[in-house]
Each structure stands twice: as C-alpha cells, then as structure tokens.
C-alpha cells in the first residue's frame, strides 16, 4: 500500500462545537459503511467546554500505520484560533474550509468560507448542529465518503427526536458546497504564497 | 454446653492442620473465635457457604483456624475482597474479621464506603486499641494519653468511635461487645451475621502484652475484668450523666435499621439489564463444572 | 443495542474493543475507579456487564478495586480491572497478592505522562517497568503490550486466557493513542473466539491440596463455595495454603511460581517481525509507537534501505529469542520509545552482538512520527 493513498482531515475549533462528534461520525461512514481504512484520533484538554478541540480522520484504501495526521489533505477550523494553529500544517495542495460566522481573517484565497454557525442558526434553528452544517460541507468537499452513508452514519448516532434536525443540518451544509466551485480556487498555497515564501 | 463446646471444636476448628495459634497467652482474640463459631454454628451454616476473610495483624489471623473458605489478605483491605467474593456469588455468607487499625486506619475508607453502600457482608472489629503485632504501636483507637512504642510520651491524638463511626457511616447493623461478656458476645455476633445489610460489630478486646504493659493496665485477667466495669449497657447508659459515662462505654445494640442492600439491589439491575435483547443467549454465564463430592 | 453488534463493521475506540474482547473472553466482573484515560472502558462494562449476568462496582479507590477483582475471581468469575498511571500504583500492592495467590485477573493499564498527575491526556510508554517490577518482591507476571483496536479485542482475549491457564495476572498495557483511536473491527462470532477457563480440581474436597504442584506447575484452582473450604493468604504459603516458613517450602514454592511462567515461554512470548528477511537495521518498538515505526521501516525501504521493524507484543517475559535474533542479524537497532528509554535498557541487557543500540526518547506527551523514526535509519544506513 503505497502512503500517498492516504488522505488526512483535521476538524477544529473549541470544546462544545462537536468537532470530535463530527469526526467521529465522518470516521464511522468512511470506515463502517464505505469499507475503507479509517483511524479517527482527537486531542484534548482537561475542559469540557471552551479551549482548543482537534480531530483528526484518516483515511486510506489500505491498512493505516501511523494513525495521526502527518500533512493535511482537508482543515476544517470553526474558530479564529484554530484557522491559525493549524493552517500552517495543510499540504501545498490541501484545502481550508471555514466557518466564516466565526473565522473573519482567512489566511488564503485556497478556502472554501461558509457560514455554518448563522446558517444552522437561521436555516435550522439550533445554532447546536453548525457542525453538522460543517460536516455536510467537509463531506462534499473532501470526495472521500458516499454521502448516502454519511447520512446514515449520522443517524444512527444521534439521540432519538433530533433526526430530522441533524439530516437537514447535513443537507444544508452539502447544498451549500455544492455551490463552491473549487477549481477556481489558486491549486495550491505555495503558488498564492511564493513571494512570501 | 461441655458437649456442645466439643462438637464445635471438632466441626469447625482445622485442629489437624494449623495449631498451636500466633496469640499470646491471654489474648481476647480466642474469645472472639470462640464466639464467632458459636454464632455460626447456632445460626446453622453450612460450612461451604461462609466465607471469612481478614486483613493484616494478630486478630487476622483468626480465619487460619477455622474450617471455613478462609481468605487472609493484605492490610486494610479486607473488605474489599470480601466486596468481590460477596458480588461474584451473591448467595455466600460473607464475614471479614479485622483489628482497629486494619479496619480504621490503612482500611478507614474501605471501611465507611462499605458501610455506605449497605452491601450484605458483617464486619467484625476486634478493638485492642493497639498494633499488637508489630510491637504496640498506636492506632486509631489509642486513648489520648496513653503510651505506645511510637507515643512513649503519651499520645497527642484523639480515638475513633468504631461502632459510632459505623453508624454514621451508613452501616445497617452496629453492635459493640467485649471479651468478658462472652455470652452476650454471641448473641450480638449472631445478630449480626444474620442480619440483611452492612453489619458490624465493634469487640472490645486486651492487649496486655503491648498496650497493657506499658499503661499499668495488668495482666490478662485484669484487663478483660476491668471490662465489666468500664461496659454499659446502652439502656443503662441513657440514664447515666456524662460525667458517670466518663472513662466507659456502651455495649450492645447501637443501630438495627432496614435500607436497601446493594447487592440485591444490583441483582435487579441485572434482571432488567438482560431484558434489553438477546445477547445473553451467547454469552451466557457458564454454569460452573465443578462436581460436588458430597458422599 | 448490543446484538447489532456481532457481525458488524465497527467504528470502535481501543477502549471500547478491550470490552468487547473481556466479555468474549467470559470477563463477568469488573472494579474499577475513574481516570483519564481508561475511564470508557468503566462507562461501557457497566453498561455491559449486567446484560451478560456480570456484575460492575466502582470502588472508592484503585486499591479497593484491585482487591475486588481478586475476591471475585476466588469466588470463579472471571475479572478485570482498569486504570492509569496513578491508579497503577495504588493496584500494585493487592497485584502482588494475586502473584503469590496465583488469582488469575487481568489489569488494564491506559499509559498517560507521568510521573504523578503528569499529563492525564497525553500519550506515554513510562509505565513499562513498572508494569514488570512494580509490586514488591520478585514474582512472575505477563505484559502485553496493544497498538490498534484489533489488538484491543484480540490481546484481551489472549491476556485472560493466559491468566486462566497460568493463574497469573496479565497486565494490558495501552497507551493513550491505542485508548482513544477508533478504526474499525468486526466482533467476531464467539464461537469462533477461543476461550480458556481455569482447571477445577476433580478429586474429593478432602484430597484437594489448594497449592500442589502437578506436571504444569499451575495447580487446579477452586472456588469459593464450592465444597473445596481451603485458605488462601498473601503469606508464602505451603502446598495446603498455610503459611510456612519452612527455607525448603518456601524455596519450591517461590520456584514453582517462576518456573510455571518460564515454562509457558512459547505460548506466552509474542511478538510480530515485519520486513525482517534481510534487513540490516531495524526498528524495535511496542505500542503505539510501533505503528509509527512501521510507517518509517516501510518509507525506508522505498529509499531502498534494507529496514525492518520488531514489534513486541508480549514485553514480559522478555521475549529474548526474538530480539537476540535481531540484533545478531542487524547492524544497528533503533528502539523508539515513548519514555527514556525503560525498554532499550532491557534489550541493551540482551545485546551479546556488539549491535549499536540507539534509543530515540520522546516524553513530551506526544507520538513520535514516522518521520522521525526514518530520519534516524537514514542516519545509521
């Protein structure tokens, strides 16, 4: 199995955003329902809510020796703080997808900005599922999960009454990437940013 | 009685195997055992079904003599390996049996939780105020005053209540004897052992050989009769004033209260827990493949 | 909830598949106290455990639960415990109980930094000898060590089995990467999951000698209540389990306890040679740090280094043969590990090849990459 078929997600943001509940739930699609190699870790501090919260899913066609995050295929950050502690660590090529209700200073124009705080807020109405919106969009974004199991994947994770709920989060998040259109983006960092470099 | 005596000897004593005892001429702790069978042997227990286990020190020796399923372990923790035993076969008559400081000091907090959560084991507290086996140390229950190899000034610190302490501590069953009422001894011990919940008996004890020698207390018999003197029954007591209650304490039925027993409790749990699909069917418990040789 | 289960691909964390793997293995009791970062493996058996009939107690504290789980398994049932760090060090007195009371019990330990409090949510390998030498006095023991959530299941399985038929207590050392990664694993059937139970004495009650050595050096073990009255004591004890202090009683019983494990050694020494063949270095490692180092052995051979990689399953007993094969073989040995270096002193002890031994040390609660581990075969090829 040669390395480069891995791919690497990191979701962040701050404890209570459910970043590792979306990892998880990502890890479990790929992995349960896709039948692909999957290694979902998460680092964490001793609070419960508040401070830095990363996930990380890995993803590969065959068994995963190294189960952390080595070079960043897809960052998912849902705050200010973790847009700038991890965007360094994304592959030249990798993408950066933002939740723009909170993230104001995008370090790139390789970034896909959706608002998914306001739009669960407005479109669902529970400002609890953004990272489900966020998932929807890491989902479509990333090309690495059949979207069907995604949904079923997070169904069958989510406490009883709140299906409906966490479905059109997912949806809304989909829907609303599917109207990125990546190719436009600059290919990689290092282009946009060689002057600097 | 004589006969009785003899019959109890025989049946229940491991007389082939482990005598003579570790105990100093004069020492409560063959009352204790003495007691303790009779109350066993009263209560009519089948001798596979009881389980005694002890700790560290003179008085956790006692379940070596004795014909029972005997468990001596480390110091204080008695009670938690009598928690496992009591939780892995609920249907076992579980007996620690442990000195002051194996039960209140090194296993104070096993102490307390166990009576806490009211599981279904009697604890049996021979108090000598002592650490007799590693050479009269003071423990959790050494009067203030008194002198110790390690308080050969006089000792600084305060006593536990045992039995007090027990109640507090959520026990369901408390009682507290002496050696020198040997009779009333049993029936608390039988009481005790009977009773459904957390029971503990607090057995007022003598060292003479550490904690007497070195507090001008006497010899053997002068300490177990000083006992007479010094033990009030708890009616009695009531009606006594503080200042008569001086240098005493009370014997006899402290507390005797019905509360849920965590073990039966959790058995509940259980019952409905397997409820929940079908699992069980192929994880079931084995049943166990001993062969009981009961010719 | 739980009959989904079987047959299903599942997205489990290392803890989650060491459940799994005690319940197919007959673990009926658990005791344990919460800690980071072993604490799912408490929440999910007590869920567990009483729809299989086995019965979970949170004790007041680790020393509590250690004992627990001994008095449980006297009393037949099969049983285990959880911790970390700390809680390691307050089990070690009753562990040593179970050693020379040859109570077969499993212990979890999920390693996290140390020493003390340390850091309750990193990873660690610090616990390594203290897993072999942490209770007092000498005795025999079995560590093993997992690196993947299949692991989790299958090396829990192994480590009660072994425990059963040794009467020993096997240690399962995770660390907090294994603990908390998820990747998935089918349950298998558990008729396909092979179980092994203590052996129960078949002779009269009045001929059971609690203690007798036999061919095995593992005596018949009973349980409590079961008409086998015996007495059993952390003492040294004779063959009838009373205390003795007899040189000569006390010299064969000390014995039997090591030679039943030494003769055990090629079913109980594990371990798992990836790329060995030819290689010219090699990378000895255990835990998680094996999957790093496997990644690197793997890199290197893309550069066309002949690397290979030992991964060592069973820590204790050591497995000597395999490691002195190594290093006899190899030109150098890069021992990565997640402390400062409590193993490569170990394999140093072995070392009668003249290999240079290099130890790679990382203690600042985090996994050492691949990248690392490569870097340093470069460096020595």
Known sequence: ?197 | MVVEAEVIRQEYLRHDKKFPHVWCPGCGNGIVLGSLLRAIHALELPKDDVVVASGIGCSSRLPTYIDFNTLHTTHGRALTFATGVKLAKPRLKVITVMGDGDATAIGGNHFIHAARRNINITAIIINNNTYGMTGGQYSPTTPYGDKSTTSLYGHVEHAFSIAELAVTAGASFVARGTVYHASHLDRMLEQAIAKRGFSVVEIVSNCHVQHGRRNKLGGAVKMINSFKESAVPIAKAKKMSPEDMQDKFTIGVLCDVDKPISTEEYNRIKQEACKIDDYEETHKRKETKVKRHEE | MVSKDKNRRLLLQGNEAIVHGALAAGCRFYAGYPITPASEISELLSVKLPQVGGTFIQMEDEIASMGAVIGASLAGEKSMTATSGPGFSLIQENLGYACITEVPCVVVNVMRGGPSTGLPTNVSQGDVLMSRWGTHGDHPIIVLAVSSVNDCFSLTVRAFNLSEKYRVPVIILSDEVVAHTRECMTIPDQDKVRVVDRIQPNVPPEWYKPYADNNRGVPDMASFGEGYRHHVTGLIHDERGFPTQQPKEIDRFLHRLHDKITKGFPEIVLSKTIDMEDAEVCVIAYGSVSRSAMMAVKKAREHGIKAGLVQMITLFPFPRKVIDAALRQCKAAIIPELNMGQMSREINRVNQSGTAIIKMNRIDGQLITPDEILKKILSVS
């Open chain 1, 1 to 197: 199995m040669k390395n480069d078929s891995r791919y690497e997600i990191r979701f962040s943001g701050s404890g209570g955003q459910g970043i590792i509940t979306a990892a998880v739930v990502m890890a479990d699609a790929v992995g349960s329902l896709d039948g692909k190699y999957v290694c979902q870790t998460q680092s964490y501090g001793p609070e419960a809510r508040g401070g830095k919260s990363k996930a990380e899913v890995v993803i590969s066609n065959g068994p995963i020796d190294y189960p952390k995050a080595m070079h960043i295929d897809l960052l998912l950050a849902m705050t200010q703080a973790s847009c700038d502690a991890y965007f360094f660590e994304i592959k030249p090529e990798g993408l950066l997808i933002v939740d723009s209700t909170l993230v104001e200073q995008v370090p790139t124009s390789r970034a896909v900005a959706i608002p998914f705080t306001a739009i669960a807020r407005k479109e669902i109405g529970r400002e609890l599922v953004a990272n489900m919106v966020a998932l929807g969009a890491v989902g479509y974004v990333s090309g690495q999960v059949n979207l069907k199991n995604l949904e079923d994947a997070l169904l069958s994770r989510v406490p009883k009454g709140t299906e409906n709920m966490n479905r059109e989060a997912l949806q809304a998040g989909i829907e609303q990437a599917r109207k990125v259109d990546i190719s436009n983006l600059p290919r990689s960092f290092v282009n946009e940013w060689e002057e600097e470099f």
